[in-house]
């Protein structure tokens, strides 16, 4: 009887430290689900693509980007000051030859290099105007870089949000293309011209 009342309390206690371990093991699987769901909520813009972002048009109404599904895209930040400001009239013309159902512009006016655009909305808009005959949607001035960045320019500049590439807004009228499904496509400087053959044939879909 003794010899059997030690096995028996051997069995309890092998037992105990099997349970014991198995609600380790899913206390553990618990603490994992609940910091990767953490993470996941102190980046919630990292699913996201173009068409869940909005902006404010220099008339000051809403403009939400999933209008624009379907259509490819050129995203530009402008200044009136500058000396690419003349990249207006080749953007313009770009529009009037390929703006419709399938592509677009979108202007960001922007004060951040060099005090550029230093008026305000109603003033961009007079200056866009009269001087190169801008139609293509305008938003209102915005910062695209530092701590006031707005978000739209955040995706664009951030590899974890937009899947693609780490770029840095280095001065005005830097371009991005992005495609009819909201999806970044690529990043050019300044100097690049909006008539520059990759940027047409991106216009023309091919």
Not at 53 to 58: A, D
Not at 141 to 148: H, L, R, S
Not at 178 to 202: C, H, M, R, T
């Amino acid at each position: 009887m003794k010899t059997l009342s030690l096995y028996t309390l051997l069995i309890i206690t092998l037992t105990i430290a099997c349970n014991d371990q198995a609600e380790t093991t899913i206390s553990t699987n618990e603490t994992v689900n609940h910091n990767q769901t953490s993470l996941m909520n102190l980046n919630p813009d990292a699913a996201k693509n173009l068409h869940d972002y909005h902006s404010e048009t220099l008339e000051g109404e809403r403009f939400d980007f999933a209008s624009l599904k379907g259509k490819r895209v050129l995203i530009v930040n402008t200044a009136s000051e500058c000396g690419y400001t003349p990249q207006y009239k080749q953007l313009q013309e770009l529009y009037s030859e390929m703006g419709g159902k399938k592509f677009t512009i979108i202007g960001f006016p922007s004060n951040d290099f060099g005090g550029q655009e230093p008026g305000s909305n109603q003033d961009i808009k007079a200056f866009c105007e009269k001087n190169y005959g801008v139609t293509f949607p305008m938003m209102a001035k915005t910062p695209v870089k530092g701590k006031d960045q707005h978000p739209i320019y955040k995706w664009l500049t951030h590899k974890d949000l937009n899947g693609k590439k780490d770029v840095s807004v280095q001065w005005n009228f830097n371009k991005f293309l992005i495609d009819e499904n909201g999806q970044w496509v690529a990043y050019y400087p300044s100097n690049v011209s909006p008539l520059d053959e990759k940027i047409i044939a991106f216009a023309e879909g091919s």
